[in-house]
């Protein structure tokens, strides 16, 4: 199954808000919320990329374990997320479980948290979006800025079948949703028959090194790819890439941002135990 062709899934917005209102300081708590959930790349980080890693202290103890398909992970307040209408969430979110799935998912912090998973060798077809999520709901025209930064580790072992992205949300839009795919395993490859824009280049202020980008649209989802090489570290200025869509006729300028995400869709680990793990994870907004 082509990972463009996935079945379509919606945030459960009104679950994870009320999880939220629960919820205060650094608490971790169950909730049967879910979130929604490219080709081999080969490149060197640049200098620049390197220097702008975002920095973390890694702790040995989850706060959090699931292993369930809805398993959720639910903080307060988070220092690495600002800007957002919501707190952030880790979600275990096996979305389109198969015979033969395990997954667990760590998590000590929206910024720190992996999964171990072994999925059935030769499947094609994401089966689960572990990811780090928060909630925007407003407009895209109110924003000035959204800069987020990233540090993970996927497995590179023949057989794996996966990758890291942003999975990002609008309503009023026909496009509603807009993936950035940064960094790929060995068994993902390319799957847009015909690419809507190449190479399109976003950073270069606001402490973004200067990257190009792949766009592909197929039907209500856009997919921005990595056009240089993997990036497992990086940071980029996310709103750029939104604010191109719309300039480009892609989005209306009336869509309104709601959910944003960051982690990895997996399909395949070659039937073996993968551990696939988010470093540091940080997303600054501000709003005019």
């Known amino acids: 199954m082509n990972r463009l062709f996935r079945p379509r899934v919606f945030l459960a917005a009104t679950g994870v808000v009320a999880a939220i209102a629960a919820t205060a300081g650094w608490s971790a708590q169950d909730s049967t919320a879910s979130s929604p959930a490219g080709a081999p790349h080969t490149a060197s980080l ?13 702790s040995t103890r989850p706060v959090c374990v699931k292993s369930g398909p809805r398993g959720h992970c639910q903080f307060g307040r988070y220092a690495g997320i600002t800007g957002a209408s919501s707190h952030p969430y880790v ?37 689960s979006y572990p990811n780090t999520g928060f909630f925007y709901n407003k407009a895209l025209s109110r924003f000035r800025s959204i800069i987020s930064s990233f540090s993970v580790k996927i497995p590179r072992r023949a057989g794996t079948n996966a990758e890291a992205s942003y999975d990002i949300w609008f309503k009023n839009s026909p496009i509603d949703e807009v993936m950035i795919q940064n960094d790929y395993s060995p ?64 989005v209306p300028a009336r869509a309104g941002l709601t959910g944003f995400s960051y982690g990895f869709e997996i399909s395949s680990t070659g039937g073996a135990r993968e551990d696939f793990r988010l470093n540091s994870f940080s997303a600054h907004a501000s709003s005019r």
Not at 94 to 118: D, E, K, M, R
């Open 46 to 58: 640049t200098a620049a990329q390197v220097n702008s890693a975002p920095t973390t202290t890694r």
């Open 91 to 127: 979600d275990q979110n096996v979305w389109s479980p198969i015979s033969g799935w395990h997954q667990t998912l760590h998590a000590t912090s929206p910024g720190n948290w992996y999964v171990a998973a072994s999925m059935p060798s030769g499947n094609t077809g994401v089966v």
């Open 187 to 250: 068994g993902r490859g390319p799957s847009c028959g015909t690419w809507t824009a190449r190479r399109v280049r976003f950073g270069g202020s606001r402490g973004v090194p200067v990257h190009r980008w792949d766009l592909c649209v197929n039907g209500s989802t856009a997919y921005w790819e990595t056009a240089t090489g993997n990036m497992p570290t990086g940071k980029i200025n996310a709103l750029a890439m939104l604010k191109w869509l719309v300039k480009h006729g892609k």
